[in-house]
């Protein structure tokens, strides 16, 4: 009998059914979706790290070394299981040709070399360790995705002295340098193609790479590394900050997802209530006769119980199979980068076990809203054919005082402000859906926007100026620096340089700390708190720093500078995702033995120039990275961009489905309480069409209380929660750049025009209400 009236109340009410059902499905999906994001990014990552036996310490260095230092060394401390020297042929990007054009605008240090023998090995697109012959070259997956490259294409390298071509057999994914955050990407060669290439063209470079018998001892074998007085002209990089840069496009991507996922939980909530309620409204009556011919109170409850955990369940299973197709989009760039991770039951478990926390909060709301039964009287229902629970509050406006609106419009702000308890629901859900539709907006705005570049470690710039390392480095460097002052064109600029001094930490010994010397009152960076250093004996330290070493405003450090100790006092906390995010500034003069980078950047009077100047600059002082500030965002972040702008997109289409749904479901609620109002004004000489925009008023009024606080919200708590996930990276304070025009007109306009929409089609049963049969019931 329970099966048999369960089908014939989803066949007579199946549009209520289908909305539930569907907004049901969509939760599963997306929190599915989002879940199984994380076990293919955490997999792919660990699947990457194991298949390429990616090293746990790396000193990057420039200039000469001593490799039989460095292997005594090795040799003897307990620590180190393996280690190599890994030698790189820097070439610059105005003298490689992935095409038609050089990539002379590239914010990359383009690196080539040979496959590695016993671990660091550089893997293709089947994570198989990449071998190529003479004549052939394996490209970075970075410049498949910008470049449009394919197999058989030709790479070129010519420095007027030197010319080559190659043909590209493979793509390289490296558990190094794979993220688009890192600016080094290395090609690999064959090993008589890369001796020529060693004579031939660019710098020498080196990366001196360890695998230790417990990763856990990273920390204590990277101070005995540099307390051993090798060689360190170059950053260090371990295994854990090579996970965290793997993982920081998508990791955003699918924190973001989840964080919709979260926010489309709490409306799904919302919308069985919603539901229910209406289903409750609508067999009111037939409630009220099963209960006076006796049927017991939980006999209907698990008829209706049955009811939606049959909805529910199918939902969320069809849901997490939906997932399944739908994930591809979200995991596309997870696969190019790194591979896909052998499948486990776990891959399939955690998301289905996702949807099932989906379906168990289902069934549990759907068991809180039935305890509504307990208070529905059978005589009382049989009387009035009504909840009977909408709270009215009386007010002073008065139909025959109003004199600023016409009938309809006054009646509908009226109702809006009588039944307040109702329609805050409803507010509730245009509030979210503004929410989810905003935030995402306004966070591609700020990373697609210049200031962005402060939350880099960078001030805000025209042009920036890296200079690569060669013998002649420092004189290149003077020359620099005299050719920018002289040049009339310039409006502004600041050299700045960093190396690397040691600092003391808690035991008393001295650990490595990358600090950036110059004037840095000329391009500005935005501190969390504090300033940038005014004097030789203040220091600034990026937020990760700060937070490693657990140091505020006014702290003290030691640094050894020129050889002695000198206690430097923290001015100022900045934000800075590049290198991990460990960085610091100080008015000190540079130790030119451990110089990592020099860096010129400078304000042009006329910004159309900029074009002309970069190419200038890049051939009088070659090899060195001439960039324009936006080019090096988009160069840096257009992975994460791209993959956000999909998200964006996703979060619009949700937030107007979510307003459509709910609309929809409510007034169809209220249209069915109101029978009896609407018949009386029918008697009274209304017209439908004044009838219904009645009820589009009382939708548009809640819809722009609701668009008002959901845009408060966006800009309050939204840069709260993306600045929560973005700390990890190095950046806990993010400030949204809004554009007006999306935020503030674009997204309100498209909420209302869908609300008027959804509110004028779902109101049309109204026309169906007959007179006589009210006055009859």
Same mark, same amino acid.
């Given at each position: 009998m329970l099966l048999r009236m369960l089908r014939n109340d989803l066949m007579r009410k199946k549009g209520i059914t289908a909305a539930l059902f569907i907004f049901v499905l969509l939760a599963a999906l997306l929190v599915s979706s989002g879940s199984r994001m994380i076990m293919e990014l955490t997999s792919s990552i660990q699947f990457l790290f194991s298949e390429s036996k990616t090293p746990h310490f790396v000193q990057m260095h420039s200039g000469d070394l001593d490799q039989t230092k460095v292997n005594q060394w090795a040799e003897g401390n307990t620590l180190v299981e393996q280690h190599q020297i890994v030698e790189m042929v820097n070439i610059d990007g105005a003298n490689l040709y992935l095409g038609a054009e050089s990539e002379k605008n590239t914010v990359m240090d383009i690196d080539l070399v040979t496959q590695n023998q016993q671990f660091d090995y550089l893997l293709n697109l089947n994570s198989e360790i990449i071998q190529v012959r003479d004549g052939e070259i394996a490209v970075p997956v970075y410049y498949l995705q910008q470049n449009k490259l394919n197999i058989g294409d030709k790479v070129r390298i010519n420095n007027g002295a030197f010319e080559r071509a190659y043909t590209i057999v493979d793509f390289v994914r490296d558990a190094q340098m794979n993220p688009s955050v890192v600016h080094s990407k290395r090609f690999i060669v064959s090993p008589d193609d890369w001796q020529e290439l060693k004579q031939g063209v660019g710098e020498m470079e080196y990366l001196i790479e360890f695998r230790l018998n417990d990763p856990a001892k990273t920390s204590e074998f990277t101070q005995a590394y540099q307390n051993a007085g090798l060689p360190n002209a170059g950053p260090v990089v371990t295994y854990g900050l090579f996970q965290v840069l793997n993982a920081m496009t998508d990791g955003i991507i699918a924190a973001v997802i989840i964080l919709v996922s979260l926010v489309l939980i709490l409306i799904a909530m919302l919308c069985i209530r919603f539901t229910m309620l209406a289903t409750i409204e609508e067999d009111y009556r037939e409630i009220s006769v099963m209960k006076a011919i006796g049927i017991a109170e939980k006999d209907i409850k698990r008829l209706y119980l049955l009811k939606y955990v049959f909805m529910a369940g199918v939902a969320s299973v069809l849901g997490y199979v939906a997932s399944l197709g739908v994930n591809k989009l979200f995991v596309s760039n997870i696969m190019l980068y790194m591979g896909k991770a052998p499948e486990t039951l776990l891959h399939f478990a955690v998301p289905l076990l996702a949807a099932g926390v989906i379906f168990a909060m289902v069934v549990l709301f759907c068991r809180t809203v039935l305890r509504r039964f307990r208070s529905i009287s059978a005589v009382e229902a049989l009387r009035t054919g009504s909840l009977g629970d909408t709270q009215i509050i009386r007010n002073r406006l008065s139909l025959s005082r109003n004199r600023w609106s016409s009938v309809p419009v006054f009646l509908g702000l009226k109702d809006v402000m009588?039944? @307040?308890?109702? *329609?805050? #629901?409803?507010?509730f859900v245009f509030i979210v859906s503004s929410f989810i539709m905003i935030v995402p907006i306004n966070f591609l705005n700020t990373l697609q926007a210049p200031s962005f570049i402060s939350y880099m470690g960078v001030g805000q710039s025209d042009i920036r100026i890296d200079l690569r390392h060669t013998d002649d480095i420092e004189q290149r460097y003077a020359n620099l620096i005299n050719q920018v002052k002289n040049?009339?064109? $310039? +409006?502004?600029? %600041?050299?700045? $340089?960093?190396s690397q001094f040691k600092v003391r930490n808690a035991e008393g010994s001295y650990d490595n700390l990358s600090v950036e010397s110059g004037d840095f009152s000329v391009f500005p960076l935005s501190y969390l708190s504090g300033n940038a250093p005014t004097t030789d004996r203040e220091i600034a330290l990026s937020d990760a720093n700060a937070n490693e070493l657990k140091l505020n405003i006014g702290d003290k450090l030691t640094l050894q500078v020129s050889g002695e100790d000198r206690v430097m006092t923290i001015s100022g906390i900045y934000q800075d995702v590049t290198n991990g995010g460990k960085t610091a500034k100080a008015l000190l003069p540079y130790n030119k033995d451990s110089v990592l980078w020099y860096v010129v950047s400078l304000d042009l009077k006329d910004r159309s120039m900029m074009a002309a100047k =970069?190419? !200038?600059?890049? +051939?009088? *002082?070659?090899?060195a990275r001439v960039t324009d500030l936006q080019g090096y965002l988009h160069q840096t972040l257009g992975g994460t961009i791209q993959q956000l702008k999909l998200v964006t997109t996703l979060a619009l289409v949700i937030g107007v489905f979510i307003s459509i749904l709910i609309t929809s479901l409510f007034l169809q609620m209220l249209v069915a309480k109101? &029978? &009896?109002?609407? !018949? @009386?004004?029918? %008697?009274?000489g209304f017209a439908l069409s004044k009838i219904k925009l009645?009820? =589009? @008023?009382? %939708? #548009? !009024?809640?819809?722009? =209380? /609701? =668009? !008002?606080? /959901?845009?408060i919200l966006s800009n309050t708590l939204g840069p709260k929660l993306v600045s929560g996930i973005m700390s990890s990276f190095g950046a806990s304070n993010i400030v949204f750049v809004v554009d007006p025009l999306q935020a503030y007109v674009l997204c309100p306009l498209l909420l209302a025009g869908t609300i008027i929409v959804t509110a004028w089609i779902s109101i049309q049963s109204i026309r169906e209400t007959s007179i006589s049969k009210m006055i009859v019931e």
């Open positions: 009588q039944r @307040v308890k109702m *329609f805050r #629901l409803l507010l040049d009339k064109d $310039v +409006k502004a600029y %600041s050299p700045l $340089v960093t =970069v190419a !200038a600059y890049e +051939k009088e *002082f070659s090899p109101d &029978n &009896n109002d609407i !018949a @009386v004004l029918r %008697s009274l009645k009820y =589009v @008023v009382m %939708s #548009l !009024a809640i819809l722009i =209380v /609701g =668009v !008002a606080l /959901g845009t």
